[in-house]
C-alpha cells in the first residue's frame, strides 16, 4: 500500500518535474529516501547545481559524476533492444524515439544514445570494457551514463574495487525503502561485497516447467499443471516419468544445457571464492554431470540436440519434436519457445518444476563518470522502481518483473490469462517459485565458467572423452578465459 | 657504363619502395616489436582489473610450450592439408582440361566464373551455412534419410571424422577456383608447341601432363603452394565459427589461430604475445624452406626468361 | 593413333563435363540455399528446409533495410570505400614497390626482396595486438583509415607484381622511355602501368574480395555503428539476440552483403581470366 502511494508520487513528480524544467526552476533534490522520487525529479532542470547543495549523497555522487550539469546526451549501453521498449513504455519523459532506434529523445531535449553491442562471444563486454577503461578521457558527450549487464556477469561490474556502477543510494535511491518492493535475490545479485547495491533490474527470472498439452494427454492423460507437476516434482520423479514419456516415443528435456541452471543456481559456494584464485568446481555441478549424463544414456535427452541457442534446440520446440517440456522463465516462454512453435496457439502448459531457480536477468547500472545523475536515477526508478510501470511491462511484454506486491496480484487475478499456455495464468507458479530463489554464491568469473564446463563436458556425455579429460578440458578452457586462476578444484 | 647510370638512379629505388617499407614499418613491425615485447611480461585483464605489466622471463613461453602447441599445430596441419590436396588435384585437372585445345568443353567461360564463386561468400557466412546443412535435424540428413542411404541420422558434427571433413570441404569449395585459375594461366604460358612435339613423339595426354605440364609450371605450383600454407597456417574463421570456437569434439578441429584468439579475447596480452612469437618462428621456418625453393625457380626461371618473351608476344596477340 | 587419341579425348570430354557439373552444382548449391532462405520467414526456416522460395523476400528485405542498429546500407558503402580504396592503394604501390625492385640497382636491393619474401608468411594475426595499440595511440581508433593505408605494404601482391614484371616488362622499354627523356616516376605512371593493367586487374579483384570478407582487422578496429563494415554487421546481426532473432532476416542480410561483390566479380571476371593468363607467363 505504501509503495503505491509512492509510485503514485513518483508519477506526479514527474509532471512536476517537467513543469519544473520548462519554468527553470533549481528545485533542491533531496536525499531523503521516502520523498527522493518527489523532491530530486523536480532538479532535473539542467542548468541547476543542485546536486551540490544535496545532504550526504551527493558528497558520494561527486566522486562519480564529472559534471554536476546534466549533459544533453545520455549513452546507455547494452546488447539489444529490451531495455529501450521498457523505457519507452514507461518512462514518461520519453518523447519519440527515432525509427532506426538508434536515439530516444526525451521532452527536455535529452537525447539517450543507444549503443547495442551483441552479448555472444563476449563481444557486448569486451566493448564495454574498452569503453570504461576510456570512460576517464572521452568527450563529455562521448561518455558512458548507463550500462546494462546480466546476471552471469553482473558481479564484475558491481565490484567496489572496480568502482563503475555507480552505488544507488549516491545517485538518490535508497534501496531499503525506495526498491522495497524488488524480489530480494535480484537485490543481493546486484550488491557488492559489502551489500552495496550498484545496479537494479525490472525482471525476477524463476523457472517454470512449460510442458506440450497434447504430450501429456498422450503419456499421462491429462495436461492439467497440478499433475503435471506431481509428475516432475523432483528429479527422481521426473526420471521416473521419463521412461513412460521414452516408452511413448518422447524425451523429458531437450539436452543437459536445460537443467544446468536449476544445478548452477544452487552451488553452496561461489565458483570463484573472494580473493582466491581458485575454481572450486561445486557438489552441485558434479551432480549434475553425473545425472545428465545418466538421463542422456538412458534417452531422457535428446541426444541429436547440444546445448542450446542453436538450430537442433529452436527445433525441438516446433511441432514436430518429441521433446516433452522445457525449464523456462517468463522470457523463454515469450521469446523463445513462442517464436519457434508453428502449432495451434494454446498448445503448451507451465508448472512448477523439480525446483525453483533463477534463469537470465538484465541489470541497469548508472556508470561513473556520467553527467546524467539525475537522469540515471529517474530511469532506474521509473524502470525498475515503480510498481504500476512494472505491473504495466508484465501485460505488455509478459516479463516477470520485479515488484513483489504486484506480482501476487497479477497471480491472483484470475482475468489474467497467457493464451500461448491455453487460458492459463503462469504466475500463479511464477510468483511462490520466485519467493523461495536465493541467490548469494555469484561471482565475477560465473560466465566463463557456466559457458566452459557445458561445453568441455558436452562431449563427455556424448561419449567422445573420459570423465578425467573432460575436466583436463575443461582447466584448459578456463585458465584460457581467466588468465589469473592458478588452479581448479574438483570436489571429492 | 650500365652501371653508373645504375648508380644515379639508386635513390630512385629507395624511393619507389619507400612507401611499402615505411607502412611496413609502422603497421607491422612495430606492433611486432611490441607483441615480443609483452610476451616477457605478465600483462592481463581480469574483470576491470588490468595485472601487470610485469616482467616475468620466459614465463609465458614455458606455459604455452607444451603438448598443446604441437597438438594445436597439429589440427592445423591437418586441416590445410586435408583441404589442400584435394584443391590442388583439382584444380590442376581443371587447369590442364581448361587449357587443352583438343578438349572442346562446352559452356567453358560459364564454369570458369563459377568455380571462383565461392570464394567471394565470407568464410563465416560459408560457415553458417553449412552448420544449419549439416546440423541433425539440417536438410542434408533429411535428405539422405528420405532417399534411404542412411537409416539413422548421421551426427556429422559430433565426430572428429566429420567435423575435420566437413571444414576441409569448405576449405576446398571456397579456394579450388582461385588455385585453378592461377594453375591455369600457368599452363597457358607453356609453349603449344612443346605438346604438338610431344603429340608427334606419341606422347599421350597423360604422360604429357606429368612428362611437360608439371615440370613447367612447377614455380606456380610452388607459389600456390605457399599462398595455401600462409592461409593453413592463419587458419580461423572456418573452424571457429563452425565449432562455435570449441574446435570440439575434444579440440580436435583447434587451430593455432584459435587459441591465439582465445588468448586475446581473455585478454592476456603475455600469452597471447608468447604464442605470436611461437608463430612467428613456424612462420619463419616455413618461410625458410619457401625460400630455398623459389631461388631454385628463378635460376631456372633466368635461363628461359627470352623464351618467355616470344611467348608473351603470342599470348599478347592471341588476347588482342 | 590418331583414332585411338580421338576416341580418349571423348572419353575425357564427358568426364570433364561430368566433373564440372557437379562442381559447379556444388558452387551454386550454396548460393542458392543462401537466396531461398533468404525468400522464407522465421517460421518457415524453423520448419525445416525447403527446395521452394517462400514468401517472404520483401518482408525480410524490409527488415534488413530499415534496422538502425545495423545500418546495412552504410554498411555496404563503409565496405565498397574501403575495400575499393584497399584494391587502388594496393595494387599501385605494390606495382611500384616491384618496380623500384626490378628496374633499378642499389645496394639493398636484394635484402629488400629476401626482406618482403620473408614476411610473406607472416600471419597478420601475430601482430595484432601491437596493431590495436598502435591505432589507438594514433588516434586511429574507431576509424576506416587502418583498415586502408596498411594494405600499402601486401608482400603476396608484391610477389606477384614482381614476376610479372620480370616476365614482361623488358628493362630495354625503360631505357627506350628514358632516351626520349622520359622522368623515372613519369615512365612508371604513363609506361608501365598500363602494361601491367591485367595483372592489376587481377590483384584488385583479389584484395578486393579479400578486403570486403575481412572479418577479423575491422572487429578488432571498429566500434561505432556507422563505421561498421559488412563482415561485422553480420557477425553483430547474427550474435545479437536469441530474444529477437530471425533467421530470414540474416540471410537476407548475407544476400545482400554479397550481391555487390558478386556484380563487382562478374564484371571484372572477363579480365582476371585474361589477366591470369598473362600473368601466368611468369614462372
Not at chain 1, 52 to 73: H, N
Not at chain 1, 442 to 463: K, P, R, T
Not at chain 2, 48 to 59: D, T
Not at chain 3, 155 to 164: K, T
Request: aromatic share 12%; hydrophobic share 45%; charged share 20%.
Amino acid at each position: 500500500m505504501r509503495k503505491k502511494v509512492i509510485s503514485t508520487l513518483l508519477a506526479t513528480s514527474m509532471v512536476l518535474g517537467l513543469t519544473a524544467c520548462g519554468g527553470g526552476s533549481s528545485d533542491n533534490g533531496s536525499s531523503n529516501a521516502g520523498s527522493s522520487s518527489a523532491g530530486s525529479s523536480s532538479a532535473s532542470s539542467a542548468s541547476s547545481s543542485s546536486e551540490q547543495s544535496d545532504g550526504e549523497a551527493s558528497a558520494d555522487l561527486s566522486k562519480y559524476v564529472s559534471s554536476t550539469d546534466e549533459g544533453k546526451v545520455i549513452n546507455i549501453w547494452c546488447w539489444n533492444d529490451e531495455f529501450r521498449t521498457r523505457v519507452e513504455k514507461v518512462y514518461d519523459q520519453v518523447e519519440s524515439t527515432s525509427e532506426d532506434g538508434t536515439v530516444t529523445k526525451l521532452k527536455d531535449g535529452t537525447e539517450i544514445h543507444w549503443t547495442v553491442n551483441p552479448n555472444q562471444d563476449g563481444v557486448y563486454q569486451q566493448k564495454l570494457d574498452e569503453a570504461l577503461l576510456k570512460q576517464a578521457d572521452a568527450a563529455a558527450d562521448d561518455k558512458i551514463d548507463m550500462f546494462l549487464s546480466e546476471t552471469d556477469y553482473v558481479t564484475k561490474y558491481t565490484d567496489a574495487d572496480a568502482d563503475v556502477a555507480i552505488p544507488l543510494d549516491a545517485l538518490g535511491i535508497d534501496p531499503n525503502s525506495d526498491l522495497a518492493d524488488q524480489y530480494p535475490f535480484t537485490k543481493t545479485v546486484a550488491s557488492d561485497a559489502s551489500g552495496v547495491q550498484r545496479g537494479s533490474t525490472w525482471q525476477a527470472c524463476p523457472c517454470l516447467f512449460v510442458y506440450r498439452r497434447d504430450i501429456a494427454k498422450d503419456v499421462f492423460g491429462t495436461d492439467d499443471p497440478d499433475e503435471i507437476h506431481a509428475k516432475v516434482a523432483d528429479w527422481a520423479t521426473m526420471k521416473a516419468s521419463g521412461e513412460e514419456l521414452k516408452a511413448k516415443g518422447y524425451f523429458t528435456l531437450a539436452s543437459y544445457a536445460d537443467t544446468f541452471r536449476a544445478y548452477g543456481n544452487s552451488i553452496s559456494k561461489p565458483w570463484v571464492e573472494s580473493g582466491s584464485t581458485e575454481i572450486n568446481v561445486d557438489q552441485k555441478i558434479m551432480e549434475w554431470i553425473n545425472d545428465s549424463k545418466e538421463w542422456l544414456d538412458a534417452g531422457l535427452f535428446d541426444k541429436n540436440i547440444k546445448g542450446q541457442w542453436n538450430d537442433d534446440w529452436n527445433k525441438a520446440m516446433g511441432s514436430k519434436s518429441k521433446v516433452f517440456g522445457f525449464l523456462m522463465p517468463a522470457w523463454g516462454i515469450d521469446f523463445v519457445i513462442k517464436p519457434n512453435w508453428d502449432g495451434k496457439e494454446g498448445s503448451w502448459g507451465a508448472c512448477d518444476g523439480p525446483l525453483s531457480f533463477n534463469w537470465g536477468g538484465s541489470f541497469v547500472h548508472g556508470c561513473a563518470g556520467t553527467d546524467n545523475a539525475q537522469h540515471i536515477k529517474d530511469i532506474i526508478m521509473a524502470v525498475t522502481g515503480n510498481k504500476d510501470n512494472l505491473i504495466t511491462i508484465t501485460k505488455e511484454y509478459l516479463d516477470f518483473t520485479n515488484t513483489q506486491s504486484g506480482m501476487k496480484e497479477i497471480a491472483e487475478d484470475a482475468s489474467f490469462k497467457a493464451d500461448f499456455l491455453g487460458g492459463e495464468n503462469p504466475y500463479k507458479y511464477f510468483q511462490p517459485a520466485a519467493d523461495s530463489i536465493q541467490m548469494t554464491t555469484l561471482s565475477s568469473y560465473d560466465q566463463g565458467c557456466v559457458e566452459l564446463i557445458q561445453n568441455s563436458f558436452s562431449d563427455y556425455f556424448q561419449g567422445k572423452v573420459d570423465l578425467d579429460k573432460a575436466k583436463a578440458n575443461f582447466e584448459k578452457a578456463i585458465k584460457e578465459r581467466y588468465p589469473d586462476i592458478t588452479a581448479v578444484n574438483w570436489p571429492e | 657504363m650500365k652501371k653508373k647510370k645504375s648508380i644515379t638512379r639508386a635513390k630512385w629505388g629507395y624511393l619507389f619502395i619507400l612507401p611499402f617499407f615505411l607502412c611496413y614499418f609502422i603497421f607491422s613491425f612495430i606492433p611486432l616489436l611490441d607483441t615480443i615485447r609483452y610476451s616477457f611480461y605478465e600483462y592481463y585483464r581480469s574483470g576491470l582489473k588490468i595485472v601487470g605489466p610485469n616482467f616475468v622471463g620466459l614465463k609465458n613461453y614455458a606455459g604455452i610450450l607444451g603438448p598443446d602447441l604441437f597438438r594445436y599445430m597439429g589440427n592445423t596441419f591437418i586441416l590445410w592439408i586435408l583441404g589442400f590436396i584435394p584443391q590442388i588435384v583439382i584444380a590442376l585437372v581443371l587447369a590442364a582440361w581448361f587449357s587443352d585445345s583438343r578438349l572442346k568443353i562446352h559452356g567453358e567461360g560459364f564454369f570458369k566464373v563459377v568455380i571462383y564463386l565461392p570464394n567471394l561468400i565470407m568464410a563465416s557466412a560459408f560457415a553458417m551455412l553449412f552448420f544449419t546443412m549439416f546440423s541433425t535435424s539440417g536438410p542434408i540428413n533429411n535428405l539422405l534419410m528420405d532417399f534411404g542411404i542412411i537409416k539413422k541420422k548421421i551426427d556429422f558434427m559430433g565426430s572428429v571424422g566429420g567435423t575435420r571433413t566437413l571444414i576441409c570441404i569448405m576449405n576446398f569449395l571456397m579456394w579450388f577456383g582461385n588455385t585453378s585459375i592461377m594453375l591455369m594461366a600457368a599452363i597457358m604460358g607453356i609453349s603449344p608447341d612443346l605438346f604438338e612435339a610431344a603429340s608427334i613423339d606419341g606422347c599421350n595426354p597423360l604422360q604429357a601432363f606429368f612428362r611437360i605440364t608439371l615440370p613447367m609450371i612447377r614455380p606456380i605450383l610452388s607459389y600456390t603452394l605457399i599462398v595455401s600454407l600462409i592461409g593453413g597456417l592463419q587458419m580461423f574463421d572456418v573452424p571457429q565459427i563452425f565449432t562455435n570456437g570449441q574446435g570440439n569434439p575434444d579440440r580436435t578441429s583447434y587451430t593455432l589461430i584459435m587459441w591465439l584468439n582465445n588468448f586475446l579475447k581473455a585478454p592476456d596480452y603475455g600469452r597471447a604475445g608468447a604464442l605470436s612469437v611461437y608463430l612467428f618462428i613456424v612462420s619463419g621456418i616455413l618461410c625458410f624452406f619457401v625460400y630455398q625453393m623459389m631461388k631454385d625457380d628463378d635460376q631456372d626461371g633466368s635461363k628461359k626468361a627470352a623464351k618467355k618473351q616470344k611467348k608473351l608476344a603470342k599470348q599478347l596477340a592471341k588476347n588482342a | 593413333m590418331k583414332k585411338e587419341n580421338k576416341i580418349g579425348n571423348g572419353v575425357r570430354g564427358v568426364v570433364a563435363h561430368i566433373v564440372l557439373i557437379i562442381l559447379s552444382f556444388m558452387c551454386l548449391f550454396f548460393f542458392y540455399i543462401l537466396i531461398i532462405n533468404a525468400t522464407r520467414s522465421h517460421a518457415d526456416l524453423q520448419k525445416g528446409f525447403s527446395a521452394l522460395p517462400g514468401n517472404s523476400l520483401i518482408k525480410n528485405f524490409k527488415a534488413v533495410a530499415n534496422d538502425g542498429t545495423f545500418p546495412m546500407v552504410r554498411g555496404i558503402l563503409n565496405s565498397l570505400i574501403v575495400s575499393s580504396l584497399c584494391a587502388a592503394i594496393c595494387t599501385y604501390f605494390s606495382s611500384l614497390t616491384a618496380y623500384g625492385l626490378y628496374v633499378y640497382d642499389f645496394k639493398l636491393r636484394k635484402a629488400a626482396f629476401t626482406f618482403i619474401m620473408a614476411i610473406l608468411v607472416m600471419p597478420t594475426q601475430v601482430t595484432a595486438l601491437g596493431f590495436l595499440r598502435l591505432i589507438t595511440n594514433m588516434g586511429m581508433y574507431d576509424s576506416l583509415l587502418p583498415l586502408i593505408v596498411p594494405s600499402i605494404a601486401s608482400p603476396a601482391v608484391f610477389y606477384f607484381m614482381h614476376s610479372y614484371l620480370q616476365s614482361s616488362l623488358p628493362i630495354s622499354l625503360v631505357e627506350a622511355a628514358r632516351i626520349d627523356g622520359s622522368k623515372e616516376f613519369q615512365t612508371f605512371n604513363r609506361i608501365v602501368l598500363p602494361i601491367m593493367k591485367p595483372a592489376i586487374a587481377v590483384q584488385a579483384i583479389f584484395t578486393f574480395v579479400g578486403s570486403w570478407n575481412n572479418y577479423f582487422v575491422p572487429a578488432l578496429v571498429i566500434q561505432s555503428k556507422n563505421k561498421m563494415t559488412v563482415p561485422i554487421l553480420i557477425a553483430t546481426l547474427r550474435g545479437a539476440d536469441y530474444m529477437n532473432f530471425d533467421m530470414g532476416k540474416i540471410y537476407m542480410m548475407i544476400s545482400v552483403a554479397i550481391l555487390p561483390i558478386i556484380l563487382v566479380y562478374l564484371f571484372l571476371s572477363r579480365y582476371i581470366i585474361a589477366g591470369v593468363t598473362l600473368g601466368g607467363v611468369k614462372e
